[in-house]
């Protein structure tokens, strides 16, 4: 089957309903890049084509955390996928599924935990996660002989939702 001949409607229909599982599970909260940008650098263009790492990662949300943590922002790197938590005051925690909470670990092994796996797909901490990487990935793993799907689960515009 061609990847156009697809009824992908199922599947993203399950995707908009996981997404909106998880948004009310983490209780969405306006994006703090404070704690991560005190760690890593304001999120700015460098010279030369570098960046900041901090403007590799998304934020996914915050969940509570221990008395005085302020709560765990959930910092998601795009090219590793994995995530970097820190409370406000950028202590460092780990999810830990047996105890379906997160521990507090050390900043170092957070921060290899995120960064470690980038030499191994050839990236750097300086790589962007921008429109140009994301293409590259992607025309990568079509070649590989994967089917690419994405989604855009913003909110239609008025001229969207009518058709026009």
Request: proline share 8%; aromatic share 8%; net charge negative.
């Amino acid at each position: 089957m061609k990847e156009q001949d697809m009824d992908v409607s199922p599947l993203l229909e399950a995707l908009h309903q996981a997404a909106d599982a998880w948004r009310k599970s983490h209780a969405l909260h306006d994006p703090d890049w404070e704690p991560l940008e005190e760690l890593l650098g304001p999120c700015r263009a460098g010279e030369g084509g570098s960046h900041s790492p901090a403007c590799s990662f998304m934020f996914m949300g915050m969940v509570a955390g221990p008395p005085g943590s302020g709560g765990i922002r959930l910092y998601k790197h795009g090219i590793s996928r994995r995530y970097l938590n820190l409370d406000e005051r950028g202590k460092a925690y780990r999810y830990d599924p047996r105890s379906d909470s997160y521990r507090p670990v050390p900043l170092g092994e957070a921060l290899q935990h995120v960064f470690g796996p980038l030499a191994e797909m050839g990236e750097s901490v300086f790589t962007p996660y921008d429109e140009d990487y994301v293409s590259r990935r992607d025309e990568a793993l079509r070649r590989a002989g994967f089917i690419v799907l994405s989604a855009d689960i913003s909110s239609p515009t008025a001229d969207e939702s009518a058709g026009t």
